[in-house]
């Protein structure tokens, strides 16, 4: 497996991350320990050292296997949780972004981990609430103190990021090295506004769902259950016509759909590293093997135009022709600045 820099950071990463919401079965669906622990292996034998948990996975269940998992090679892998959703029930201040909060959950979490650092927290989720301040100098502390090595930021609207980065780099804080979100051809829109700004400051992007809870594997298209509801707009005409061009492209390449669904959000950008995750080994072998295949162009095109978005306001309004004119005094130069 190849590995890439994080962001604007000196972290190398493996260009798959292995996602451990399954770990634990406490939710109803899932891995148990042995079947989670050879999800584990499979991807550490690939050569993968990148791995995604949250405190709030499995109630903390994720936490404490991942914990186990690395135990002997501790400063090989690179270890990813987050903080922001509750942990426990009844009150406030065991969730949000609050530095009451960021702390007391940072601190459950290197116990149920059992290390000493955790090399890149996750915001989970923006509250609305926190200001960003708060939260940017709690990270830093963080940092400062040798518990946290690197920060980033999930379900979180652009403009919000870019205020804090702005403003870490202001006051001379940590800043975010890293983007979550969901991203793949069945969700699009984070190309309006969070994929842009991750570029502009440098931000990896570890999208999450790239195979749309499995619709993108053709599952559906053959009759097969899952956890998505018939309702789900994963599973709508719209998205059944996208999986079956994956599933067609797929045959043409002698690959998996799995393959060909990850593989196109692999080549979305310089540093874009899908999380895949599994509750079989097999399943993780499949979603593996994204990082030994390429897409034709007329693949990718075909793709591209079929499960595109209207970008809206003020996108779609700067690209209109006359705008450009105007604006740029030709396409010309427009182009050029495209680039």
Not at 42 to 55: L, Q, R, S
Not at 176 to 194: C, G, I, K, M, N
Request: aromatic fraction near 10%; charged fraction near 25%; include cysteine.
């Amino acid at each position: 497996m190849k590995y890439k820099l994080l962001g604007r950071s000196g972290l190398r990463v493996s260009e798959l991350c292995l996602g451990t919401m399954g770990f634990g079965k406490e939710w109803k669906w899932g891995a148990d320990y042995d079947t989670s622990k050879q999800i584990f292996d499979t991807y550490a034998n690939a050569g993968g050292n990148f791995v995604d948990t949250a405190n709030r996975y499995t109630e903390g269940t994720s936490e404490k296997w991942l914990g186990e998992f690395i135990a002997d090679n501790r400063d090989h892998f690179v270890v990813a949780t987050k903080y922001s959703l509750r942990d426990g029930t009844g009150d406030p201040n065991f969730a949000g972004n609050s530095r009451k909060n960021m702390m007391r959950s940072v601190e459950g979490s290197l116990k149920r981990l059992n290390t000493e650092f955790i090399d890149l927290l996750w915001v989970h989720a923006w509250d609305s609430l926190t200001p960003v301040e708060e939260v940017m100098r709690g990270l830093d502390d963080l940092v400062a103190q040798g518990k946290v090595h690197y920060v980033g930021i999930s379900d979180t609207p652009a403009w919000i990021v870019s205020q804090a980065n702005t403003l870490a780099e202001w006051r001379g804080w940590s800043k975010f090295v890293a983007l979550q979100v969901e991203y793949s051809l069945l969700q699009r829109t984070p190309e309006r506004d969070l994929l842009p700004m991750a570029d502009a400051f440098g931000m990896a992007v570890t999208p999450w769902a790239p195979l749309a809870g499995g619709a993108l594997t053709g599952k559906y298209l053959r009759g097969e259950q899952g956890r998505l509801p018939e309702a789900s707009a994963r599973r709508a005409d719209y998205a059944n016509r996208i999986a079956q061009e994956v599933v067609d492209a797929a045959e043409k390449l002698g690959a998996s759909p799995a393959q060909v669904a990850i593989r196109w959000t692999m080549e979305q950008g310089k540093t874009v590293i899908p999380i895949v995750g599994a509750t079989k080994p097999a399943q993780l072998e499949d979603c593996l093997g994204a990082a030994n295949i390429a897409l034709t162009d007329e693949i990718t095109a075909h793709l591209n135009e079929l499960s595109r978005i209207e970008l809206g306001f003020p996108h779609d309004f700067l690209r209109q022709p006359g705008v450009i004119d105007v604006l740029y005094g030709g396409a010309e130069v427009y182009e050029q600045i495209e680039k």
